[in-house]
Protein backbone atom coordinates (compact mmCIF):
# COMPACT_ATOMS: atom_id res chain seq x y z
CA UNK A 1 0.00 0.00 0.00
CA UNK A 2 2.75 2.37 1.04
CA UNK A 3 4.81 1.45 -2.20
CA UNK A 4 1.33 2.21 -4.65
CA UNK A 5 0.68 5.44 -2.53
CA UNK A 6 3.60 6.62 -3.70
CA UNK A 7 3.89 5.93 -6.98
CA UNK A 8 0.84 7.60 -7.31
CA UNK A 9 2.65 10.24 -5.63
CA UNK A 10 5.59 10.86 -8.06
CA UNK A 11 3.07 10.33 -10.95
CA UNK A 12 1.11 13.62 -9.86
CA UNK A 13 3.79 15.44 -9.22
CA UNK A 14 5.00 14.24 -13.41
CA UNK A 15 1.56 15.37 -14.29
CA UNK A 16 2.06 19.08 -13.03
CA UNK A 17 5.35 19.52 -14.06
CA UNK A 18 4.11 18.74 -17.51
CA UNK A 19 1.21 20.91 -17.70
CA UNK A 20 3.58 23.55 -16.33
CA UNK A 21 5.95 22.94 -19.22
CA UNK A 22 2.67 23.06 -21.32
CA UNK A 23 1.04 26.26 -20.09
CA UNK A 24 4.90 27.89 -20.46
CA UNK A 25 5.20 26.86 -23.70
CA UNK A 26 1.59 27.93 -24.67
CA UNK A 27 2.13 31.55 -23.15
CA UNK A 28 5.35 31.62 -25.14
CA UNK A 29 3.48 30.99 -29.02
CA UNK A 30 0.66 33.02 -27.53
CA UNK A 31 3.30 35.93 -27.00
CA UNK A 32 4.68 35.58 -30.61
CA UNK A 33 1.82 35.31 -32.29
CA UNK A 34 0.54 38.49 -30.67
CA UNK A 35 0.95 41.27 -33.12
CA UNK A 36 3.63 43.73 -32.51
CA UNK A 37 3.18 47.66 -32.66
CA UNK A 38 4.94 49.08 -36.09
CA UNK A 39 7.18 51.89 -35.18
CA UNK A 40 6.13 54.87 -36.59
CA UNK A 41 8.93 57.78 -38.65
CA UNK A 42 8.23 61.09 -37.44
CA UNK A 43 6.58 63.46 -40.32
CA UNK A 44 8.96 65.36 -42.50
CA UNK A 45 8.43 68.85 -43.54
CA UNK A 46 7.51 69.92 -47.42
CA UNK A 47 10.56 70.75 -49.37
CA UNK A 48 10.30 74.84 -50.45
CA UNK A 49 9.23 77.46 -48.98
CA UNK A 50 8.08 81.03 -50.29
CA UNK A 51 11.00 83.10 -50.41
CA UNK A 52 11.38 85.22 -47.13
CA UNK A 53 11.11 89.06 -47.48
CA UNK A 54 14.42 89.91 -46.59
CA UNK A 55 15.44 87.91 -49.60
CA UNK A 56 13.31 89.15 -51.76
CA UNK A 57 15.12 91.15 -54.33
CA UNK A 58 13.08 94.25 -56.05
CA UNK A 59 13.59 95.66 -59.73
CA UNK A 60 12.99 99.34 -60.36
CA UNK A 61 12.65 101.88 -63.08
CA UNK A 62 13.94 105.67 -61.89
CA UNK A 63 13.44 108.40 -64.83
CA UNK A 64 15.28 111.59 -64.30
CA UNK A 65 12.36 113.81 -66.15
CA UNK A 66 15.03 116.99 -66.77
CA UNK A 67 17.59 114.57 -68.61
CA UNK A 68 14.98 111.54 -70.16
CA UNK A 69 17.58 109.36 -68.43
CA UNK A 70 15.96 106.10 -67.16
CA UNK A 71 18.15 103.47 -64.68
CA UNK A 72 17.36 100.18 -63.78
CA UNK A 73 17.74 99.71 -59.53
CA UNK A 74 17.94 96.63 -58.40
CA UNK A 75 17.49 96.13 -54.74
CA UNK A 76 17.45 93.45 -52.09
CA UNK A 77 14.79 94.31 -49.59
CA UNK A 78 15.59 96.68 -46.64
CA UNK A 79 18.51 98.31 -49.39
CA UNK A 80 19.30 101.91 -50.51
CA UNK A 81 20.16 103.17 -53.39
CA UNK A 82 21.40 107.20 -54.28
CA UNK A 83 21.47 108.43 -57.82
CA UNK A 84 22.56 112.53 -57.76
CA UNK A 85 19.78 113.73 -55.01
CA UNK A 86 17.34 111.00 -54.70
CA UNK A 87 17.61 108.14 -52.63
CA UNK A 88 15.41 104.75 -53.27
CA UNK A 89 14.77 102.94 -50.79
CA UNK A 90 12.76 99.22 -50.84
CA UNK A 91 11.42 98.19 -47.99
CA UNK A 92 9.32 94.77 -49.27
CA UNK A 93 8.09 93.47 -52.34
CA UNK A 94 5.76 90.65 -53.27
CA UNK A 95 4.31 89.53 -56.28
CA UNK A 96 1.21 86.49 -56.79
CA UNK A 97 1.93 82.93 -56.95
CA UNK A 98 2.23 81.46 -60.89
CA UNK A 99 -1.57 79.45 -59.83
CA UNK A 100 -3.21 83.21 -58.20
CA UNK A 101 -4.91 85.90 -60.69
CA UNK A 102 -4.73 88.47 -61.76
CA UNK A 103 -0.90 88.43 -61.70
CA UNK A 104 0.67 91.54 -60.57
CA UNK A 105 3.78 92.51 -59.08
CA UNK A 106 4.50 94.97 -55.91
CA UNK A 107 6.98 96.79 -53.82
CA UNK A 108 6.75 98.96 -50.97
CA UNK A 109 9.30 102.09 -52.01
CA UNK A 110 10.44 105.17 -50.11
CA UNK A 111 11.45 108.03 -51.69
CA UNK A 112 13.95 111.15 -50.49
CA UNK A 113 14.90 114.32 -52.58
CA UNK A 114 17.38 116.76 -51.50
CA UNK A 115 16.41 119.99 -52.91
CA UNK A 116 15.89 123.24 -50.86
CA UNK A 117 12.38 123.46 -49.04
CA UNK A 118 12.66 127.72 -50.90
CA UNK A 119 14.29 129.26 -53.25
CA UNK A 120 17.73 130.54 -51.59
CA UNK A 121 17.58 128.10 -48.63
CA UNK A 122 19.94 125.12 -47.76
CA UNK A 123 19.10 121.32 -49.33
CA UNK A 124 17.22 118.96 -47.23
CA UNK A 125 16.07 115.76 -47.46
CA UNK A 126 12.38 115.60 -48.12
CA UNK A 127 10.41 112.20 -48.17
CA UNK A 128 8.54 112.81 -51.01
CA UNK A 129 7.09 109.29 -51.38
CA UNK A 130 6.67 106.25 -49.07
CA UNK A 131 3.90 103.61 -49.72
CA UNK A 132 3.28 100.44 -52.42
CA UNK A 133 3.78 100.97 -55.80
CA UNK A 134 2.35 98.17 -58.07
CA UNK A 135 3.53 97.21 -61.87
CA UNK A 136 0.03 96.60 -63.04
CA UNK A 137 -1.98 99.01 -61.50
CA UNK A 138 0.32 101.95 -61.30
CA UNK A 139 -2.58 104.48 -61.40
CA UNK A 140 -3.21 103.06 -57.85
CA UNK A 141 -0.11 104.86 -56.84
CA UNK A 142 2.25 107.42 -58.30
CA UNK A 143 5.29 108.94 -57.05
CA UNK A 144 4.12 112.66 -57.90
CA UNK A 145 7.49 115.08 -57.83
CA UNK A 146 8.57 117.12 -60.93
CA UNK A 147 12.26 115.90 -61.59
CA UNK A 148 11.73 112.11 -60.62
CA UNK A 149 9.03 109.17 -61.39
CA UNK A 150 10.07 105.19 -59.65
CA UNK A 151 8.10 102.51 -60.55
CA UNK A 152 8.23 98.38 -60.02
CA UNK A 153 9.62 96.48 -62.73
CA UNK A 154 9.87 92.70 -61.08
CA UNK A 155 10.07 91.25 -57.89
CA UNK A 156 12.76 88.30 -57.67
CA UNK A 157 10.72 85.77 -55.15
CA UNK A 158 9.59 82.15 -55.21
CA UNK A 159 7.12 79.66 -54.51
CA UNK A 160 7.37 76.09 -53.22
CA UNK A 161 7.69 73.76 -56.66
CA UNK A 162 8.36 76.62 -58.83
CA UNK A 163 12.32 76.37 -60.27
CA UNK A 164 14.10 79.33 -59.04
CA UNK A 165 14.99 82.29 -61.09
CA UNK A 166 18.07 84.27 -60.94
CA UNK A 167 17.39 87.63 -59.72
CA UNK A 168 18.23 90.27 -62.71
CA UNK A 169 21.33 91.81 -62.85
CA UNK A 170 21.94 95.78 -62.16
CA UNK A 171 21.55 97.79 -65.22
CA UNK A 172 21.36 101.54 -66.14
CA UNK A 173 19.98 102.63 -69.83
CA UNK A 174 20.04 105.67 -71.25
CA UNK A 175 17.43 107.45 -73.26
CA UNK A 176 17.95 110.01 -76.33
CA UNK A 177 19.21 113.18 -74.38
CA UNK A 178 20.46 116.52 -75.27
CA UNK A 179 24.10 116.63 -76.32
CA UNK A 180 26.45 117.72 -73.25
CA UNK A 181 24.31 115.97 -70.81
CA UNK A 182 25.89 112.86 -69.02
CA UNK A 183 24.56 110.23 -67.20
CA UNK A 184 24.77 110.47 -63.48
CA UNK A 185 27.00 107.99 -61.56
CA UNK A 186 25.85 106.33 -58.62
CA UNK A 187 27.40 107.82 -55.57
CA UNK A 188 27.06 106.37 -51.92
CA UNK A 189 24.99 107.63 -49.38
CA UNK A 190 25.97 110.94 -47.40
CA UNK A 191 26.55 111.22 -43.55
CA UNK A 192 23.76 113.07 -43.60
CA UNK A 193 21.52 110.88 -45.51
CA UNK A 194 17.51 110.72 -44.58
CA UNK A 195 16.20 108.45 -41.71
CA UNK A 196 14.11 105.82 -43.51
CA UNK A 197 11.76 104.85 -41.67
CA UNK A 198 9.85 101.05 -42.01
CA UNK A 199 6.96 101.08 -44.01
CA UNK A 200 3.23 101.20 -41.61
CA UNK A 201 0.89 98.29 -40.71
CA UNK A 202 -1.04 99.09 -43.28
CA UNK A 203 1.35 99.70 -46.19
CA UNK A 204 0.25 103.37 -47.57
CA UNK A 205 1.82 106.40 -47.43
Same mark, same amino acid.
Given at each position: ????????????????????? %?? +????????????????????????????????? *???? %??????? =? *?????????????? *?? =??? @???????????????????? #???? !????????????????? #????? #??? +???? =?????? *? !?? @???????? =? #???????????? +???????????????????? +???????????????
Amino acid at each position: MTRALAGLAALAMLAACGQDE %GA +SDAATESRAAAPRPVPRLPAVAEKGEVTPNKDR *IATL %GLLNKRN =N *ITTDLVLKVGETRR *ID =NVV @VRVQSCERTAPWEMPDETGA #FVQV !YVEEPPAPGEDKVWRKV #FSGWL #FKN +SPAL =NVVEHP *I !YD @VWVKACAM =N #FPGEEAKPAPAA +SAKSAPKAPGSASPAPAPSP +SASPALAAPDSAGTA
